[in-house]
């Protein structure tokens, strides 16, 4: 498979509207390529808070549309990164006051949405994201005719049992978009590499460039094969990064060296309440 990554500056100085015209015209130059993938908000920047309510837009909005025609005019699969998408009212909610949610987009070769997912873990604590979006509920996979996608965002990345959810649900290929912010810039490559060592998956990290909001980001978009060596990373700038990797590679290295075989453990596991059987209290 041939992938390119988009590593799109953010920054406040372009208009939503401009970023998405340039954008698309980014996603059309990859014709050839099996797969695209955007960052996390690069329509509004991941860390620009303030502009997730004003920028809000419905799954089928503005974003959608051009990125839809993108993926069919160049015929390649595409993870659009995400948006914040501003679900339907409840009934009990003004208009134009629903939900917020942090939702990645894939789009088939023919412009069809072939998934959404609305990033579970939020971040930001006690403020930001944490608070002012909603949390997504379901794990999401793609298949495609080479490989299964499984779809992850930013944050996420520090949460290893989601990506062993989407193992389980058949993903041999993680699909991960970002905005991840420099000063945290050496967590973004080791957990990328954890996350393919452990799971013996391809992870395909596309972050965003620029400073937004006032955070520099970190750039540095990654792809690392089913071993953890890293196949092609990008430097801190507006970049495409593309690269080809071998699919079957996943098959090969799970029959070769059969780790996940020998799981034990798992979200179904039984735990000891303190103090039971087994349990040393205070150690």
């Not at 004003?54 to 990125?67: C, K």
């Not at 794990?139 to 996608?149: C, D, M």
Request: aromatic share 8%.
């Amino acid at each position: 498979m041939r992938a390119s990554l988009l590593q799109v500056d953010v920054n406040d100085t372009e208009s939503v509207d401009s970023r998405r015209t340039r954008v698309a015209a980014l996603v059309r130059e990859q014709a050839g390529a099996d797969l695209v993938v955007l960052p996390e908000l690069w329509t509004t920047g991941a860390f620009a808070y303030k502009e997730f309510g004003t920028e809000a837009e419905p799954l089928v909005g503005p974003t959608y549309e051009v990125m839809a025609k993108a993926a069919s005019d160049a015929g390649v699969w595409l993870h659009a990164g995400s948006i914040p998408e501003r679900a339907a009212s409840d009934s009990g909610s003004a208009a134009g006051e629903g939900p917020l949610y942090n939702t990645s987009l894939v789009f088939s070769p023919s412009g069809e949405l072939a998934a959404a997912y609305r990033k579970i873990h939020r971040f930001g604590f006690d403020k930001g994201e944490a608070v002012l979006m909603g949390a997504g509920s379901e794990l999401v996979t793609v298949r495609l005719p080479e490989t299964t996608l499984g779809i992850a965002t930013c944050y996420d990345l520090r949460f290893p049992e989601l990506f062993r959810g989407l193992v389980d649900a058949g993903a041999e290929t993680f699909v991960l978009a970002a905005g991840w912010p420099e000063r945290r810039r050496s967590h973004w490559t080791l957990l990328a590499q954890a996350r393919a060592v452990e799971n013996q998956a391809y992870v395909l990290a596309c972050g965003t460039a620029g400073t937004h909001a006032g955070v520099p980001q970190a750039g540095h978009s990654i792809v690392v094969d089913p071993w953890g060596e890293v196949l092609a990373e990008a430097g801190s700038g507006e970049e495409v990064l593309t690269v080809e990797f071998d699919p079957a590679r996943v098959a090969s290295t799970r029959e070769q060296f059969p780790a996940l075989k020998d799981r034990l453990l798992g979200l179904d596991t039984p735990r000891r309440q303190p103090g039971g059987p087994g349990v040393s209290p205070g150690r």
